[in-house]
């Protein structure tokens, strides 16, 4: 069972910057993937940025220039820098994790945070 603690949402002005934090109760090197996805009411979650396998990033369309996802792997903690934010970036945020078990894989997710950007 991997456990996802996360911190840092909060309220914001448009234009302003946020960081999110995630940490895991294992080694991020033990896990497949870890990263962060957003939801709003009445929408699918969606992702947002993650590592997976061998460092990778995947960035979603819409933050791409204006968010930064990067870890500390001796904290077990993935971050996410939000900056130039937007009215519609206003969510949940989850962190995500998945681990491979076998011959299957299980995401483990978060408590959530909510960011709000507003005036």
């Known amino acids: 069972q991997v456990q996802l603690v996360e911190s840092g949402g909060g309220l914001v002005q448009p234009g302003g910057s946020l960081r999110l934090s995630c940490a895991a109760s294992?080694?991020?090197?033990?896990?497949?993937?870890m990263g962060w996805y957003r939801q709003v009411p009445g929408k699918q979650r969606e992702l947002v940025a993650i590592?997976?396998?061998?460092?990778?990033?995947n960035y979603a369309d819409s933050v791409k220039g204006r968010f930064t996802i990067s870890r500390d792997n001796a904290k077990n903690t993935v971050y996410l820098q939000m900056n130039s934010l937007k009215p519609e970036d206003t969510a949940v945020y989850y962190c995500?994790?998945?681990?491979?078990?076998?011959?299957?894989?299980?995401?483990?997710w978060g408590q959530g945070t909510q960011v709000t950007v507003s005036s």
């Open positions: 294992e080694s991020i090197f033990s896990l497949y993937a």
């Open positions: 995500n994790a998945v681990k491979v078990l076998g011959s299957y894989s299980r995401d483990y």
């Open positions: 590592f997976t396998s061998g460092s990778r990033t």
